[in-house]
């Protein structure tokens, strides 16, 4: 028989706590202010060759995202990846198309972008 207690989340190294409500989608700080909350959603298209899409983010206040990264002397490492997909008409094939980057975001919010691929096309290993 599954156990009903509710999962505890991972303490984030903040005061800052999960709200109870809402799937634990907010984080509150002691006195009520929201400075997180996680957001996901999903869609099914209509057309076959299309298929499903989803994606999820957590948003935070900068303030937030910066005490966090200080307390935990860490830093943020955000991965952009962008793709591009073109589909084939008549005898040509679909093809995609990747740009790539990372930015790198310091406690004191000061970051560095690093470029990567831009529009690299997919290559097939078969």
């Not at 509150?28 to 202010?33: F, I, V, Y």
């Not at 959603?41 to 990264?69: A, N, Y």
Request: with cysteine; glycine share 10%; charged share 25%.
């Amino acid at each position: 028989m599954p156990s009903k207690k509710k999962a505890q989340p991972r303490n984030s190294g903040t005061d800052a706590q999960p709200l109870p409500l809402e799937f634990n989608r907010a984080w509150l700080t002691p006195g009520g202010k929201r400075v997180a909350l996680s957001e996901a959603w999903g869609r099914h298209s209509r057309q076959d060759d299309e298929g499903t899409s989803g994606g999820q983010r957590l948003i935070c206040s900068s303030e937030f995202l910066g005490r966090l990264l200080a307390k935990r002397q860490a830093e943020l490492l955000l991965l952009i990846k962008l793709q591009r997909y073109e589909k084939g008409l008549g005898n040509e094939s679909s093809r995609f198309s990747h740009t790539t980057a990372v930015l790198r975001i310091k406690s004191t919010l000061s970051f560095r972008f690093y470029g990567g691929a831009i529009n690299l096309l997919h290559k097939d290993r078969f």
